[in-house]
């Protein structure tokens, strides 16, 4: 099943700033034969025969078609965003220092296979690239942990 939406207003959709009305360039559900589908087999596929409903389950559970080009740059500024969490969320276990975002860096251009998923959240990513960086960087979380008393009185 395809839907046509406006790529530039598409994350916004899903961060619900925007309607489904407001993305949409075609207020249809079309099958990858091309043709058009009736009420009874959106009834069948979606469990409704409101366009727009089906549009969005399309939409939220669909995977989105990006050209090579697109899909580098968001893989680059996901794994800008990956770096930078990792930059702010560890310190150095001996120094007890922020660790420098070029080693970080370095760091994960040295593991093997590190794919940069987009549709997995970044704190995910960054806690699971750190965990592998630990043998080479000595990685610790930088948690402050503490008590807060209330008085009753």
């Known amino acids: ?13 899903m961060e619900g700033k925007k309607t489904m ?16 589908m009736s009420d009874a087999d ?14 969005e389950e399309i939409a939220l559970h669909g995977e989105p078609q990006y050209s090579v ?9 996901k794994r800008r965003q990956i770096i930078d969490y990792i930059f702010k969320t560890y310190i150095d276990g001996v120094t007890n220092l922020p660790v420098p975002i ?7 251009n ?3 296979g590190l794919k940069i998923d987009l549709n997995v959240s970044v704190s995910k990513q960054g806690d699971s690239i750190a965990k592998q960086l630990k043998s080479t960087i000595p990685f610790k979380k930088n948690e402050t942990h503490g008590f807060l008393y209330i008085s009753l009185a």
């Open 1 to 13: 099943m395809q839907i046509y939406l406006d790529k530039t207003k598409y994350a916004e959709y």
């Open 69 to 77: 080009q697109e899909k580098r740059e968001m893989t680059e500024k």
């Open 110 to 112: 040295t593991i093997k």
């Open 42 to 55: 959106l009834m069948t596929v979606f469990g409704s025969t409101d366009v727009w409903k089906c549009m």
């Open 21 to 36: 009305r407001e993305v949409s360039l075609l207020d249809a559900v079309i099958p990858e034969s091309g043709m058009t």
């Open 102 to 108: 070029t080693r970080i860096e370095n760091g994960m």
